[in-house]
């Protein structure tokens, strides 16, 4: 199952009037035309991917719910107005780890690469690298053509990361 022109007309349906009524009405669309596909998308991503450096995994499982969490914002809209998802190394969402996340709305979407619960230590000596060398610790890879970072911290902690991939 592919992305349609009708997937796109959903997102827009939904970012037009977010509502629980129209969701309602659309549940089995929103179903079929866009939460399938993206899992479908990511567990072809995770079959693509399974013998290379950074095998990641991912799917139905990792999805994310399109019904937000409205107890605390003052934005009171019951979706998200998109799908989105992660890959990860053991296929969990809930793991701190590197992760890809995906996402795709009625405009777009990208594809992105970061860090998800990492340890107060690791970020504070991720941060104080980024600090003590403030010149931009990307522009020496990108210059030199190179599709992924390496970052040493501290002589404690490498990252190695692909770069963040925009498309919209």
Same mark, same amino acid.
């Given at each position: 199952m592919k992305f349609t022109e009708k997937s796109f007309d959903l997102l827009k349906g939904l970012k037009k009037d977010n509502s629980k009524t129209w969701f309602d009405v659309? &549940?089995?669309? *929103?179903? +079929?035309?866009?939460? /399938?596909?993206? $899992? +479908?998308?990511? /567990? $072809?991503?995770?079959?693509?991917?399974? &013998?290379?450096?950074?095998? *990641?995994? !991912?799917g139905k499982q990792t999805m994310f719910r399109m019904n937000r969490d409205v107890r605390f914002s003052k934005n009171k809209a019951p979706?998200?107005?998109? *799908?989105? !998802?992660? @890959?990860? +190394?053991? !296929?969990?969402?809930? #793991?701190? $780890?590197? #992760? #890809?996340? $995906?996402? @795709?709305? +009625?405009?777009g979407g990208f594809i992105a690469a970061g860090f998800h619960q990492l340890e107060t230590k690791v970020v504070n000596l991720i941060r104080n690298q980024i600090f003590e060398q403030p010149k931009p610790i990307f522009q020496d890879r990108q210059e030199a053509g190179q599709s992924r970072l390496r970052i040493h911290v501290g002589g404690k902690v490498t990252v190695d990361a692909a770069w963040v991939l925009r498309s919209t």
């Open positions: 659309h &549940r089995d669309e *929103v179903r +079929e035309s866009l939460q /399938e596909p993206f $899992a +479908e998308m990511l /567990e $072809a991503a995770t079959l693509k991917l399974k &013998r290379s450096k950074f095998p *990641v995994q !991912g979706y998200n107005t998109y *799908v989105s !998802g992660l @890959l990860t +190394e053991s !296929g969990i969402k809930s #793991v701190a $780890a590197a #992760v #890809v996340y $995906a996402q @795709l709305s +009625e405009s």
